[in-house]
């Protein structure tokens, strides 16, 4: 291969690259790194001074600052690097298997996430249903579901724990149950603006071959509530992770990304804390990314539907 070759091959991925989203995505990642530094010197910086100052130490460089703000055992804020070195540790050096592993807490939080999503999946669409059918609910109900969201979820949490604990529920379930009072209400309110979508010249044709309710749902407002429904799924799919998160706060658990930041909190240790949060960060954006691969899947075998 010439070295022209090689060049117009580059050149071609630079441009397909600028015409997707990786270019966009990369910059803006790159923007967001470049920030987290400078707040990273800016935040650690005094406290770097006082400990100069505690040791005698009175000249010193801004190279030299800099260098120790971004290597402080316990920073105000750490250093991207040090967050992506303990990620590395707290994954690949120690066993899979092992309970120290972050993935293993990982799991624990992705499990009461997908067990809470799918329920709320399922209430989201079932009151959609209700609502779009009976239109007294829409009246009755529908400010409830809206009203719901108005209460703090740091307050709801410890309620439902204790509350389920009291008898006798208590690991899984209330988290994935608080990930439920989160994610349902995306999903009602996408699937109610989904399934009241179709035109009225379309309800009318159906009704002129005779189509009953449920034929009417199933042929016609299903498929068209489709491309409401994937967008409504990925902000419950975000909320869920939060919301196993939070369940995992109040508990004192000693497995799941609450637990490790919690830890964290306890000791001081603020890259440990941050390295759980960029861990749900990750968790949250690969399964959303599964959910859009969901929605493409469907799209293509399903005639753009979705």
């Known amino acids: 291969m010439t070295a022209s070759t090689l060049l117009a091959s580059s050149g071609g991925l630079i441009r397909r690259a600028a015409r997707g989203t990786a270019l966009p995505v990369a910059a803006i990642l790159l923007l967001a790194l470049a920030i987290w530094y400078v707040g990273t010197v800016f935040l650690n910086a005094s406290v770097v ?4 100052q505690r040791d005698g130490k009175t000249v010193w460089t801004t190279g030299e600052l800099i260098a120790d703000t971004m290597s402080m055992e ?8 040090q967050v992506a070195a303990e990620l590395q540790k707290s994954i690949f050096g120690v066993k899979l298997t092992s309970k120290r592993n972050l993935l293993y807490h990982a799991w624990v939080t992705f499990s009461a996430a997908f067990i809470g999503f799918a329920f709320g999946n399922l209430l989201g669409i079932a009151l ?12 009755a109900l529908l400010p409830w579901v809206i009203a719901s969201q108005t209460v703090p979820t740091l307050a709801i949490a410890p309620m439902i724990i204790v509350v389920l604990g009291s008898i006798g529920f208590v690991g899984l379930l209330p988290k994935a149950l608080i990930s439920t009072y989160l994610c349902f209400f995306p999903v009602t309110i996408g699937m109610v603006k989904g399934l009241s979508s179709p035109e009225p010249i379309q309800l009318d044709l159906m009704r002129t071959y005779s189509a009953n309710e449920m034929q009417m749902l199933r042929y016609l407002r299903l498929p068209a509530s489709l491309s409401f429904l994937f967008p409504s799924m990925k902000v419950a799919m975000a ?38 949060l960029v861990a749900a960060s990750i968790l949250s954006g690969a399964s959303v990314g599964l959910i859009g691969i969901g929605e493409g899947w469907l799209s293509r075998h399903f005639g753009g539907q979705a």
């Open 239 to 276: 909320l869920a992770i939060v919301g196993a998160i939070v369940g995992e706060l109040p508990t004192g658990a000693q497995a799941g990304l609450g637990a490790r930041i919690l830890a964290g909190s306890y000791y001081g240790q603020t890259v440990q804390i941050w390295s759980a």
């Open 49 to 52: 001074t006082d400990q100069y």
């Open 128 to 139: 959609a249903i209700a609502i779009v059918h009976v239109k007294s609910l829409e009246r």
């Open 74 to 81: 316990r920073p105000v804020l750490p250093a991207p690097h």
